[in-house]
């Protein structure tokens, strides 16, 4: 089945550590989003990625950084120098830049312990 | 400013109630398309319609239906005879011009069906 996978589900932390969130795409979309949700926000964009090798920040990409080495998988680190890393991550992947439904991986909870 | 409006944070109806969730969007752009997402519990976006700028067609998909009024930049969303699975976050969301390659969404409607 097509899809986007974000792996793991729950991921806990400690503070200082960087951490690395996966998401990987079989719908070969172009592409890729990395969003924040936090409760009363709504979805806060993080970076995305148009094509392989290129990326652009978004909202609030500080104390993250992606890369974009292959066309499926668009991984999003959490460094230390984000202040305030609890919270519901969403990838999502749309298959051009033309206006089409963007499609969801079931999300990462990460928790700063 | 805030592109995208959900003015409903949370609502509460009785099963089998028709609710309506309101969306206010602001864009200086002619084409445009306006977007609604459902996340259960589980945490998935769940696409539900995209409508873009030039369609002003009211749609309905089985309990569903959308309302489309550029004159009032509103796109709000119906639910006739709600059940208990309909309980979830609903998202809004827009995106603006040709290449439309970034979303902005709502702060959500939180939507909890009582039975």
């Known amino acids: 089945d097509g899809g986007i996978t974000q792996s793991p589900k729950y991921l806990f932390r400690k503070e200082g550590q960087n951490v690395t969130l996966s998401c990987e795409q079989n719908?070969?979309?172009?592409?890729m989003y990395w969003y924040r949700q936090d409760p009363g926000q709504g979805l806060r964009l993080i970076y995305y990625?148009?094509?392989?090798?290129?990326?652009q920040k978004g909202d609030i990409a500080e104390g993250y950084s992606v890369s974009r080495e292959k066309k499926e998988s668009f991984p999003l680190t959490v460094t230390s120098a984000q202040k305030n890393p609890t919270a519901f991550y969403l990838c999502?992947?749309?298959?051009?830049?033309?206006?089409?439904?963007?499609?969801f991986g079931q999300g990462t909870r990460l928790t700063v312990v | 400013a805030q592109k995208v409006t959900q003015a409903q944070t949370e609502i509460s109806v009785v099963e089998k109630e028709d609710v309506t969730l309101d969306c206010v969007y602001e864009?200086?752009?002619?084409?445009?398309?306006l977007f609604w997402y459902k996340q259960p519990p589980s945490g998935e976006l769940v696409f539900l319609i995209r409508?873009?700028?030039?369609?002003?067609q009211n749609e309905i998909s089985g309990r569903y239906s959308w309302n489309f009024q550029k004159s009032t930049s509103s796109f709000n969303f119906t639910i006739t005879a709600s059940q208990v699975v309909d309980s979830a976050v609903y998202f809004c969301?827009?995106?603006?011009?040709?290449?439309?390659?970034?979303?902005?969404f709502g702060t959500g409607t939180s939507l909890t069906v009582i039975p």
């Open positions: 999502a992947s749309i298959s051009d830049r033309v206006n089409t439904e963007a499609f």
């Open positions: 969301a827009l995106s603006e011009g040709e290449t439309g390659n970034q979303f902005y």
């Open positions: 864009t200086r752009d002619t084409t445009y398309y």
């Open positions: 409508r873009n700028s030039f369609d002003e």
């Open positions: 719908l070969n979309h172009d592409a």
């Open positions: 990625s148009q094509i392989v090798n290129d990326f």
